[in-house]
């Protein structure tokens, strides 16, 4: 597979459940940040979660890392129809030369059903 | 809160013209980036640039695409010769001091139809 990819691709929930994404990576990474991308729209930064971290929350939004196991999981609680989206982990590693590169998986489709 | 602007939303160009895409990246951040979507698939890495020139680009990131900051605020995407292949939603991004521990943020993005 290849680095930050999220499963599921796709997932339904009535409103008021939880919804947990997942993301799996495989190099090493310095942070790694979760987007939301409402169709056709623009991304819309969530949360960042550096390496030395192991959760994080903001809001509804509770991420976490594992940084031996590679993975990192976005819960989105109490959901509501307007989370309907796609959600997107990205993965900042450093590249060489004083440069780092943000590189994105294809993302999990959330469907919250009122 | 400060924001990525990207003009135009969305643009339709004939196959073979040139094409500029704008970005106006928040004001006090260093390193610029464009990014793309191909409908349904995940977000590419284009190109990074930093005090005026590029500082990674991908494989993507051929002679056909340069990148452009003529003034103080402005940072172009210029893709020559468009390709139906290019067609695909833009995204510049800009962040303060690099990725290594501050928040990329994205523009809303320029839909680009090769026709």
């Known amino acids: 597979s290849q680095q930050g990819e999220e499963d599921p691709q796709a997932l339904s929930i009535q409103e008021g459940e939880n919804a947990t994404m997942n993301c799996s990576y495989k190099t090493s990474i310095n942070n790694l940040q979760w987007y939301r991308q409402n169709s056709g729209r623009g991304l819309v930064h969530l949360i960042l979660?550096?390496?030395?971290?192991r959760e994080k929350h903001s809001g509804r939004l509770r991420v976490t890392l594992d940084t031996s196991k590679k993975s990192s999981s976005l819960l989105i609680t109490a959901s509501r129809a307007a989370d309907t989206a796609s959600y997107f982990c990205?993965?900042?590693?450093?590249?060489?030369?004083?440069?780092?590169?943000?590189?994105f998986g294809k993302g999990t489709k959330l469907s919250v059903i009122p | 809160e400060p924001e990525v602007t990207q003009t135009p939303s969305h643009q339709v160009t004939q196959m073979g013209q040139e094409v500029i895409l704008r970005c106006v990246p928040i004001?006090?951040?260093?390193?610029f980036y464009w990014y793309r979507q191909i409908l349904g698939q995940k977000v590419e890495f284009l190109v990074s640039f930093y005090n005026n020139e590029i500082s990674e680009k991908s494989e993507i990131f051929d002679d056909q695409f340069s990148v452009e900051r003529p003034d103080g605020s402005n940072f172009t995407l210029k893709i020559r010769s468009t390709k139906l292949e290019d067609s695909a939603m833009y995204f510049c991004a800009s962040s303060g001091q690099g990725n290594s521990g501050n928040t990329i943020y994205f523009g809303e993005g320029s839909w680009l139809t090769v026709v």
């Open positions: 979660i550096r390496s030395n971290e």
């Open positions: 004001s006090n951040h260093l390193y």
């Open positions: 990205a993965t900042v590693s450093y590249s060489g030369a004083g440069s780092y590169q943000l590189t």
